[in-house]
């Protein structure tokens, strides 16, 4: 298997002009409301940092009146996102059609061909943030270090068992990364959403997890779930005293390694620009909310808002990123 310990994911983010986004007109200018109810298609099952994120968003919706016809979630977490983005991509009315997603937005077109999905064909409405991952081990397994969750889980070998959200997902891909680069061979077991993986690594059905903050916060704050290390650039605000990869010398090495996942809300294929547009201003308004700001900070939410060509200019980064690392894994040919 090939070594995949360079490459790097992530990119900055750039705030976009009230006025317009990559020549597309949002304030006012759009010409095109909602004339039903919104279909809301969340890439994840419930409990999960995207389900969390979708259902916060219309709430912001709801509660500033930002739009004139009701967004409406809908969980799609079958074939790790698969059910999700064929419902969005047969949707009968795209004008009315929406969804949520996450790196698997990137990952499962690559690893399932036969599904004809091309992720650049989806309307690009916002990234509202990259979310962060984080080791986790449960209390009670003793581990305090980095170094000491690698003693063991090599000791244990493919004993020790990682749970994520979906197979060769973000979870699985951190997982893979660990055990190339530290010779380790832990077993990884695939759930719906981050929420039930939490709750596994709580209830110690499992040994640990790469959960991002908002899905393992509650059990993290209950004194539950033991963060080790941060897959991130420079320490999360939120957890100051847990290092990132690239601080620690564990296993004889140190890399310097960092991994971000997507949170976007995008259109589906064959959208009308003025409705591209009339998503673009709403979710425009709800990343300026004082309640999403609030949410990013409290759960190490990275990244700023990005819209349009910046947007799709990012995806097309994100594949051939995708691509690599799912090839060196092996994953993919």
């Given amino acids: 298997m090939k070594s995949i310990k360079r490459l790097v994911f992530g990119a900055v983010g750039m705030v976009l002009a009230a006025t317009s986004v990559s020549g597309i007109a949002v304030a006012g200018g759009h010409g095109w409301e909602p004339t039903k109810p919104i279909d809301f298609i969340i890439m994840a099952g419930k409990g999960g940092g995207a389900d969390k994120m979708a259902r916060l968003m219309q709430a912001i919706v709801e509660k500033e009146n930002l739009a004139n016809r009701p967004l409406v979630p809908t969980n ?113 077991i695939p759930y719906k959403g981050g929420g039930a993986v939490a709750k596994q690594v709580a209830g110690k059905q499992l040994n640990s997890s790469v959960n991002n903050p908002s899905e393992a916060l509650g059990f993290y704050e209950s004194g539950d779930m033991v963060p080790l290390v941060a897959f991130t650039k420079s320490r999360l605000p939120m957890f100051p005293n847990v290092p990132t990869l690239s601080e620690v010398f564990a296993g004889g090495k140190q890399i310097s390694w960092s991994y971000f996942m997507q949170r976007s809300v995008v259109g589906a294929p064959g959208m009308s620009e003025k409705a591209q547009a009339y998503y673009t201003d709403l979710f425009a308004k709800v990343y300026a909310s004082k309640d999403w700001q609030t949410y990013k900070s409290k759960k190490s939410l990275m990244g700023d808002l990005m819209s349009g060509d910046e947007l799709k200019a990012y995806w097309a980064d994100q594949i051939a990123n995708h691509s690599k690392i799912l090839k060196a894994s092996g994953a993919i040919k």
């Fill in 76 to 188: 799609k977490s079958g074939g790790s996102g698969a059910e999700a983005l064929i419902a969005a991509r047969d949707a009968n009315d795209p004008d009315h059609t929406i969804m949520v997603t996450l790196n698997s937005f990137y990952t499962t077109p690559l690893r399932q061909p036969g599904l004809k999905i091309d992720s650049l064909s989806f309307a690009p409405v916002a990234r509202m943030a990259e979310d962060t991952f984080l080791l986790w081990v449960h209390k009670d397994s003793g581990l305090k270090t980095f170094a000491e969750f690698l003693a063991k889980a090599k000791a244990d070998g493919n004993k020790w068992v990682m749970g994520g959200t979906g197979k060769n997902s973000e979870d699985n891909i951190i997982t893979d990364f660990l055990n190339d680069n530290y010779g380790l061979s832990m077993k990884y």
